[in-house]
Structure formats: C-alpha cells, structure tokens
T-cell receptor
Framework: DTAVSQTPKYLVTQMGNDKSIKCEQN?????MYWYKQDSKKFLKIMFS???????INETVPNRFSPKSPDKAHLNLHINSLELGDSAVYFC???????????FGSGTRLTVV | SQQGEEDPQALSIQEGENATMNCSYK?????LQWYRQNSGRGLVHLIL?????REKHSGRLRVTLDTSKKSSSLLITASRAADTASYFC???????????FGKGTHLIIQP
C-alpha cells in the first residue's frame, strides 16, 4: 500500500489556468505538508496543516491554497498559474511534530 | 530562509569506500534528520537525531550531531552503487513550521 500518494504524477498546463494536486495518506498521521522543489533541487516548505492549525509560509503567493476535506487528505489548489510555478511539488505527512516525514513521489508541474 | 547547508555539493567515490557528508545549520533545533532522494523520486527518511543526542547508528549509516558547532555529519560505510542519490539534511525548530531542508549532497558511487 502506498503510504502517501499524490496525483497526478505529471501535470502540463498553460499559463493562467487553475489546477489542483491531490494528496492522500493512509498512515493515520496528524500533520500534512506541501513542499516545492525547484530545478536546483532546493526544497521549500509551503504549508503545514493539522486539524487544528494551518501554517503558511509567508513567501507563498496567495494563488496557492491548501484544502483539507479530512485528516487523510491535503489538496493543493493553484490559481492563475505562472511560468515560475513550474517545479516538483511534494506532499508529506508526519505522526506529529518531532518525527520523520513520509513523502509522496511528487508531482512535476510544467507551466507553458 | 534556508537552514541547512550540506557539504560537499557533490561527491563521487568508488564502491566499497565510505562516504561522509556534512551539514551546518544556523538556529537552535529540536532534531535533525537526513533524507535520501533517488533521481525522479520522493524523499525517503533515513535517520533522526535529537538535539540531546550526539551519535546515532542505523545499519551502514552513522550520524553525528554537534549542537555547539551547529553541525551534523552522515557517514555511509561500505558504499554500494544503489547508494547513488541526493542526500539532504533537514532541521526541525521549536515551532510548528515544519522541516527546513538544506541544498543536498549529490553522491555518486562508481562501480
């Protein structure tokens, strides 16, 4: 069973479109995260979320919004996509703060 | 802002040799973690060391932590071709803002 699954694996879209990336974890973890990995492999946290608190990295444009229908899901919605949004987006989860993270396999987003 | 800085950025060694990667960070931490990322894949958690620990082992991995120098090292002994990957250190501070990753070390094991 895949612990943290993301869909789609690849996403190619035009500038200005709105898209969503889905993430589901079956580990029963309390906290989920979204990370962005750029072309130089630098990983930057975008959001962390549990059922009580959403932490937003202040550098993330408000075109990005996380939505969590339940504890096992944290989807990422992106409005008005820009060329600079092209990257690999990783979802992750952890049991609680202070434990290791389990990452999904990533979604490669290409904006053309 | 970025917390961890790995050194070296790239490392190429022969199979069977030991590989050592270093990580430095800037602020106080709760714990430090090391992850591996194979090309085109997600990150895999390798080992976690807490701020009150100085050394930890897991199989062929050995991690040290020196909080006075704000640095950590990852040693992979008896390297194998399958160890070829990028290795990242990540720090967790006292807040709820998640892991902060370094830039990574790209390790290549020559057969």
């Amino acid at each position: 069973d895949t612990a943290v699954s993301q869909t789609p694996k690849y996403l190619v879209t035009q500038m200005g479109n709105d898209k969503s990336i889905k993430c589901e974890q079956n580990l029963g973890h309390d906290t989920m995260y979204w990370y962005k990995q750029d072309s130089k492999k630098f990983l930057k946290i975008m959001f962390s979320y549990n059922n009580k608190e959403l932490i937003i990295n202040e550098t993330v444009p408000n075109r990005f919004s996380p939505k969590s229908p339940d504890k096992a899901h944290l989807n990422l919605h992106i409005n008005s996509l820009e060329l600079g949004d092209s990257a690999v987006y990783f979802c992750a989860s952890s049991q609680m703060s202070g434990y290791g993270y389990t990452f999904g396999s990533g979604t490669r987003l290409t904006v053309v | 802002s970025q917390q961890g800085e790995e050194d070296p950025q790239a490392l190429s060694i022969q199979e069977g040799e030991n590989a050592t990667m270093n990580c430095s960070y800037k602020t106080s931490i709760n714990n430090l973690q090391w992850y591996r990322q194979n090309s085109g894949r997600g990150l895999v958690h390798l080992i976690l060391i807490r701020s009150n620990e100085r050394e930890k082992h897991s199989g062929r991995l050995r991690v040290t932590l020196d909080t006075s120098k704000k640095s950590s090292s990852l040693l992979i002994t008896a390297s194998r071709a399958a160890d070829t990957a990028s290795y990242f250190c990540a720090t967790l501070g006292g807040g709820a803002d998640g892991l902060t990753f370094g830039k990574g070390t790209h390790l290549i094991i020559q057969p």
